[in-house]
């Protein structure tokens, strides 16, 4: 009988410190990248133990990759590939012990050097007449119903008794064309959004336009993103009072917001399908005021990229937690396990985001996020491609899987808003739930403001 003999080449860290990896993403955040935030954030050890502090906050970015599994269940993965070495076996309660003592500094620290827009050429979606296209929005995630965790977080009331686990809000400034995280504030939801926006506003600048729903789109954030020299697009909700200061010859006009100049866009979007037609109205503000420029048919079509953010958070809380509550058991380690999820988010996102880039035809939403997820998790399973070659290769396993499944050009399709997994296994929204996705058009009419709108003060 025939047979084939593969032998595979690893190389690792020496010693103790072999486990500390996280396969391919290795190169991503290096083992100096690390021992340098260690250092700056005092965590480094005095003496080396089984689990030197570098390893821990690697094991704490693989928890992420394997979100469904214990961590002596992703020590053991960290340690598959790693065949012929003496390594440690550390029990749940050493690797319990280990977390606390590395505490969540660490890991921020790492986040804050990672965060930014991936940097990527000017595809459509990523930049739009020179400006950085973003988002801001917020979310929510479930943390374990502990003493501790109760202490800090609430649960959410309602009809029927509130939600079962206590939640988090994490708010972020998402670059659209890429999705990738350039500055987030997290907290109990006792912190509203746009008390947490503030946390943001460090991080806009000249070039950059951000886009927000009609939650956040106030004075104050108006005024405060101007104050950066970033450009604003929000929508406004349907009762806000926008003055009509000028008419502008493509039918939108000038107001103001928070004292700053403002341009409002009054639009009726209407998607047709072969099931039917549906119409909304739109009124967005934006501070950019040139409709030479910025006409106003492109900014409300521009404006559906905020969407972006939504599929981020998707990303997030289903392709990496699985819909998963977070494992830690206390406020610290919490602010721990979030910032590992978010350095191990940016981490797949940088990595589509250089393979997309040798491509520059391919619009970098095509790029899965689950094929990276899962491509990543098989590399450090085999603990492969942990070093860098002599060889540069911007692409490597992770990306030449993305670019081997590019999705298609997405399509404009639209389908009912449903919940897709009920809470019970009854149906309780009757058995004839229309589940279809149609094939779309839209159009867009900009609407005239009345006359009447003249009247009054600007807010």
């Not at 064309?177 to 991080?203: K, Y």
């Amino acid at each position: 009988m025939e047979q084939s003999v593969i032998t595979r080449t690893i190389t690792v860290a020496a010693g103790r410190f072999a486990p500390g990896h996280l396969g391919e993403l290795t190169q991503q955040v290096p083992f100096e990248l690390v021992d340098a935030v260690l250092g700056a954030t005092g965590r480094t050890q005095s003496r080396v133990r089984d689990l030197p502090a570098r390893v821990v906050v690697y094991l704490l970015l693989a928890g992420c990759l394997f979100a469904e599994l214990g961590y002596v269940q992703v020590w053991q993965r960290l340690t598959a590939g790693l065949d012929g070495l003496k390594v440690a076996t550390p029990t749940a309660s050493a690797l319990t012990q280990a977390r606390r003592r590395l505490g969540p500094a660490p890991l921020r620290a790492l986040f804050d050097l990672l965060a930014g827009p991936a940097p990527i050429a000017a595809t459509a979606g990523v930049r739009v007449g020179g400006l950085l296209v973003c988002a801001i929005d917020g979310t929510t995630l479930s943390v374990p119903d502990t003493p501790q965790n109760l202490g800090v977080f609430t649960t959410q009331s309602g009809n029927h008794g509130g939600s079962g686990y206590p939640l988090l809000r994490l708010v972020a400034l998402v670059a659209c064309g890429t999705r990738s995280l350039i500055n987030v504030a997290f907290g109990p939801t006792s912190s509203g959004e746009t008390t947490m926006c503030d946390r943001l506003l460090g991080s806009l600048h000249a070039g950059m336009l951000v886009l927000c729903d009609r939650n956040l789109t106030t004075n104050t954030l108006a005024r405060r993103v101007a104050a950066t020299d970033a450009h604003l697009l929000g929508r406004c909700k349907a009762d806000r009072k926008l003055p009509l200061l000028r008419r502008l010859d493509d039918g939108s006009y000038l107001s103001v917001m928070g004292g700053v100049t403002v341009r409002v866009i009054c639009a009726e979007i209407t998607v047709a399908t072969n099931a039917g037609r549906a119409t909304a109205s739109y009124r967005l503000a934006t501070t950019l005021t040139d409709p030479r420029s910025w006409p106003a048919a492109a900014l409300v079509a521009l404006y559906h990229q905020r969407w972006e953010i939504e599929t981020a958070y998707l990303e997030l809380k289903s392709s990496i937690l699985g819909g998963r509550v977070l494992r830690a058991r206390t406020p610290q380690g919490v602010d721990q396990e979030i910032y590992a999820l978010l350095v191990c988010y940016q981490l797949l996102r940088l990595a589509m985001a250089d393979a997309t880039s040798t491509h520059p035809g391919v619009d970098p939403d095509r790029a899965s996020f689950t094929v990276a997820l899962q491509t990543a998790r098989d590399q450090l399973i085999q603990a492969a491609g942990v070093l860098a070659t002599t060889t540069v290769d911007l692409v490597g396993k992770i990306g030449r899987a993305v670019l081997d499944n590019l999705s298609p050009d997405r399509r404009l399709r639209v389908a009912p808003r449903i919940v897709k997994r009920a809470i019970s296994k009854y149906n309780a929204r009757g058995p004839n739930i229309n589940r279809t996705s149609y094939k779309a058009t839209v159009s867009i009419d900009i609407l005239t403001p009345p006359a009447s709108l003249t009247t009054g003060p600007g807010p």
